[in-house]
């Protein structure tokens, strides 16, 4: 059973209880591989999947914000725009929004960390939906050539190889894996031939304001 929260009333975060539909864990898995991260709250009480871009894909945050506000996931207040500071003194604009706190998001914290460092899990391919593959798109996509690529640096290189296997198990897209440019980092690669292919898996999930990753 998928249960909802009205925005308006607090619980306590153990009496925040699923099971969670595929809607929502494929929003959250897509988001967890770009810039999405996941807290577990101290003493174990919950855990909440924090959402975060910066001020240039403002409507894209909204729009997810609003998805998982009607799923009765998060408060219905609209995210504020937020500065912070970031390298070399540079002052970045920023917007983010959490979910509320659940005892059954915590398997997701355990899945996803390993000792602090967010990492891929082995059974990606189970929860790499279309709509968790359109949200990866939105969230750490671009356009690269005539093609597109994942900016995976932060994964290792055998999280890339677990996630361009599911690419193909999953959808049949050609995918590889590049280096970043610095050590130890990489960003995966979806080829030319397979983007006519990938649009007709996403575009129905895609917002307009993203589009341009896929054409």
Not at 63 to 68: C, E, G, K, T
Request: with cysteine; aromatic share 14%; charged share 20%.
């Amino acid at each position: 059973m998928f249960l909802f929260y009205k925005a308006n009333i607090k619980y306590s975060g153990w009496k925040r209880i699923g099971p969670h539909n595929i809607d929502i864990l494929s929003i959250i898995f897509g988001s967890l591989l770009g810039d999405g991260h996941v807290e577990k709250r101290p003493g174990g009480v919950g855990t909440r999947i924090t959402f975060y871009q910066e001020e240039t894909h403002v409507k894209y945050l909204l729009w997810l914000h609003n998805l998982i506000s009607i799923k009765g996931y998060c408060n219905t207040s609209i995210p504020k725009i937020t500065t912070r500071l970031g390298k070399k003194g540079k002052l970045r604009k920023v917007i983010r929004f959490n979910t509320w706190t659940y005892t059954s998001f915590n398997w997701i914290h355990d899945l996803w960390y390993h000792e602090g460092k967010k990492k891929v899990p082995s059974c990606i391919k189970d929860y790499l939906t279309p709509l968790a593959l359109a949200i990866w798109i939105m969230d750490d996509g671009s356009k690269s050539c005539e093609g597109l690529k994942f900016s995976t640096n932060s994964f290792s290189y055998s999280d890339c190889l677990l996630l361009i296997k599911a690419l193909y198990e999953n959808f049949s897209l050609i995918a590889s894996i590049q280096s970043a440019g610095f050590k130890n980092q990489y960003i995966i690669y979806i080829w030319k031939k397979s983007m006519p292919l990938l649009k007709n898996i996403v575009d129905p999930y895609v917002i307009p304001e993203m589009k341009y990753k896929i054409m």
